[in-house]
């Protein structure tokens, strides 16, 4: 089992900057790679960014590469999403994940533990 907890959500205005953080606890050694995903109003849960766990590899979705930075503290088993030049369509829910495959694809990673989920509004 694998816990992860969520926190840095909030409201931004456009072009503004949010960090997220994701405290992972329990069984994240057997965890090839921690992500964000996010759910944005009226479309699929959808990958946002990932990195190796315990490594320096990552991978973004095409609509926040060089916006979105994702990286981690491995001491603190914390994985961060660094979000500027925010856009009203970066708003949803963001979850941070514990994935068995290094995957952005839901279908791709399989087994995935999940956060509960943080909500992120940025207006116009």
């Known amino acids: 089992q694998v816990q992860l907890a969520e926190s840095g959500g909030g409201l931004a205005q456009e072009g503004g900057s949010l960090t997220l953080s994701c405290a992972a606890s329990g069984a994240t050694w057997n965890r090839n790679c921690m992500g964000w995903f996010r759910e944005s109003p009226g479309k699929e849960r959808e990958g946002v960014a990932r990195?190796?766990?315990?490594?320096?590899?990552?991978d973004y979705a095409d609509s926040v590469k060089g916006r979105f930075t994702i990286s981690q503290d491995i001491s603190k088993n914390t994985i961060y999403l660094q979000m500027s030049g925010l856009k009203p369509e970066d708003t949803g829910v963001y979850y941070c994940?514990?994935?068995?495959?290094?995957?952005?694809?839901?279908?791709?990673?399989?087994?995935?533990?999940w956060g509960q989920g943080i909500q992120v509004t940025v207006s116009s």
């Open positions: 990195i190796a766990h315990g490594g320096t590899a990552t």
């Open positions: 994940a514990a994935l068995h495959y290094c995957s952005l694809r839901i279908a791709g990673a399989g087994d995935i533990y």
